[in-house]
């Protein structure tokens, strides 16, 4: 498989699996943000996820697939990036690099750190049990309250900014990510090249702003239980 | 003018290297910054010292030799400026001045500021060149190409392949410099037979030089003397989907 071992092989994998992982939290953030809507919003949402069954696993090992091969890619990437500059400059000015490019590992391991908390509190409900869906009163409807697990966590503080450094670290990584993918996908023809960078920032900074919005409304109690 | 030059030295491939400090008195802002150089090594010669040892060749900007990192900027960071035309008038009296070598594992130091640059010859080998037909030269008009496809080759032929791509990249890629090249022989009649082979041969030469992988920092473009456009590492991409079935 030349694929997987070429040098721009691996840069197409990282920006199609990049791409699909963005698809998923497009669809993500269209769910959470239910959320505004009350329980008659979100519990339904959950319950409906929950309705399709084997669907549902399917679709999470589709998605293991995807952040596998991103994240090994990544790393090993990166490493390999290393090793090819052994001796560092006394002095390094940048030119036209950003901060998100070049922290692009970091924030992705950041991410992956803030995605295990997230899915060890929201779908195994094991970080905070005595406000999970699963140990709380089903809500009017006979649904799993989801709804109140949601506010309950973000109106504590500490939960609260867990979720905005998580939002912070994918903001960033978006920012490079939005914009570096047209460039491999070889959709640059020069004069559009700085265009894609600013739709890319952009698209970003809704995702920030977008995601944020559900801790810091719950966290200032715009929304309530 | 009065500068303060800090020189990294290094005596041989295997010497670890530092970075030495020499005065470089009265110098003249009309000369170029090799000449500043010059005139350093001679001061360092006549007192009975190692003079530093920098690549350079035509001194007119079009050879690829001149390789410095000056500052922290390949080149010295002027724009379409090589060493040997960076002249000492965008120096001010009493600058320090930070004069290291490329760096990057493809690139073994030499000595001083000499970098050994077969990789990118390598690469050449590999793929960056057209197979043809000997015999008697082709007729003016044989093969009609259009001017714009015409612009776009010299566009990438303007690659003196002087390694401020790599030395600029965070990740000491050699992928500014591969792709201008693919990208010229691609358009054009007489490489495209060899497209398909060419792209991977080349790009795996790359991987096999111990040159990094390029994650779009964009550092090449803004280090080339020539300002060869990472549009080039775009059409790059796509001439290797092609070689996938995409």
Redo the contacts between chains.
């Keep these: 498989m ?2 997987t071992q ?7 994998l990282m920006a199609v699996t990049g791409l699909l992982l963005v698809g998923f939290i497009t669809m993500h953030l269209l769910g959470n943000l239910s959320v505004f809507a009350g329980p008659d919003g979100i519990n339904a949402y959950a319950e409906h996820l929950k309705s399709l069954g084997p669907l549902v696993w399917v679709f999470r090992l589709i998605m293991l697939a995807l952040f596998a091969v991103h994240v090994t890619f990544g790393i090993k ?1 990166s490493m ?2 290393r ?15 950003t901060f998100s ?2 922290s ?1 590992l970091y924030t992705g391991l950041i991410i992956l750190a803030f995605l295990i908390y997230h899915l060890l509190h929201f779908t195994v409900q094991i970080t905070n049990p005595e406000i999970s869906a699963a140990k709380l009163p089903l809500d009017a409807a006979m649904r799993p309250d989801v709804f109140s697990m949601v506010v309950l966590s973000f109106q504590k503080v500490f939960i609260a900014l867990v979720y905005i450094v998580g939002m912070i670290a994918l903001f960033l990584h978006l920012t ?1 990510g939005l914009s ?1 993918f047209v ?8 004069p559009s ?1 700085d265009k894609v960078t600013l739709g890319g920032k952009l698209v970003a900074v809704v995702f920030l702003l977008a995601y944020v919005a559900i801790p810091v409304l719950i966290l200032a109690r715009f929304v309530n239980i | 003018m009065d500068l303060t030059l800090h020189v990294w030295r290094q005596s041989g491939p295997k010497d670890k290297g530092q970075l030495e400090t020499y005065p470089a008195k009265g110098v003249s802002p009309d000369m170029s910054f090799l000449e500043m150089l010059d005139e350093v090594n001679e001061g360092l010669i006549k007192s009975g010292k190692q003079p530093i040892v920098f690549d350079h060749d035509c001194r007119e900007g079009i050879c690829g030799m001149c390789s410095q990192v000056i500052n922290g900027r390949p080149h010295g960071g002027q724009e379409r400026t090589t060493v040997c035309q960076l002249h000492m008038r965008s120096f001010n009296d009493g600058d320090e001045i930070f004069i290291e070598p490329w760096r990057a594992r493809a690139f073994p130091i030499v000595k001083d500021l000499i970098v050994d640059r077969s990789a990118l010859e390598s690469i050449m080998q590999a793929g960056g060149y057209t197979s043809c037909h000997t015999g008697g030269v082709p007729d003016g008009n044989a093969h009609p190409i259009g001017k714009p496809v015409a612009d776009y080759a010299m566009d990438a032929a303007e690659c003196i392949g002087c390694g401020a791509c790599v030395a600029g990249c965070p990740n000491s890629s050699a992928m500014l410099f591969t792709s201008a090249k693919v990208a010229q022989l691609a358009v054009l009649p007489q490489g495209k037979i060899e497209a398909k082979a060419r792209v991977k041969n080349m790009t795996d030469s790359l991987q096999e030089q111990g040159f990094g992988n390029c994650t779009n920092h964009l550092e090449c473009e803004a280090s080339c003397p020539k300002g060869i456009s990472v549009k080039f590492i775009a059409k790059l991409n796509r001439e290797y989907m092609k070689t996938i079935g995409c």
């Design positions: 030349h694929l070429s040098t721009v092989g691996r840069k197409i990437l390999e990036n090793a090819a500059t052994p001796v560092n400059y006394s002095i390094k000015k940048r030119m036209k690099t490019s070049e692009m490079h570096s460039q491999t996908f070889g959709w640059n023809n020069g090249h």
